[in-house]
């Protein structure tokens, strides 16, 4: 009923720059918080940034200490999308990306928490 579609993963030189994407779709009445995670090989999935549902002034955002000041955890709830805007990457920044969603569907109006697929990014040495 709800579907998670991830993009913008890919190769990159060290201090490049990606844009990750997820894009929910189904029977959505609102998104909730959103955030991404990152596994990498050997390693436990970890939080990298999340985002609140938000009121005035946007929602409140949350960043893993390796990443702050170089990621940038936004939201469009008009398309029910989150990115993840990532500068500055680091060779230890590579991993499989996911995005987190907690939404709010119809008809039941229960909420529900859906994983994407898992986009990959490598940050060569």
């Known amino acids: 009923q709800v579907q998670l579609v991830e993009s913008g993963g890919g190769l990159v030189q060290p201090g490049g720059s990606l844009r990750l994407s997820c894009v929910a779709s189904?029977?959505?009445?609102?998104?909730?918080?959103m955030g991404w995670y990152r596994q990498a090989p050997g390693k436990q999935r970890e939080l990298v940034a999340a985002?609140?549902?938000?009121?005035?002034?946007?929602?409140?955002?949350n960043y893993a200490d390796s990443v702050k000041g170089r990621f940038t955890i936004s939201r469009d709830n008009a398309k029910n999308a989150v990115y993840l805007q990532m500068d500055s990457l680091k060779p230890e920044d590579t991993a499989v990306y996911y995005c987190?969603?907690?939404?709010?569907?119809?008809?039941?109006?229960?909420?529900?928490?859906?994983w994407g697929q898992g986009t990959q990014v490598t940050v060569s040495s």
């Open positions: 985002i609140t549902e938000g009121g005035t002034g946007g929602g409140i955002t």
């Open positions: 987190n969603v907690a939404v709010i569907t119809r008809p039941k109006y229960s909420t529900e928490l859906y």
């Open positions: 189904g029977s959505i009445f609102r998104l909730n918080a």
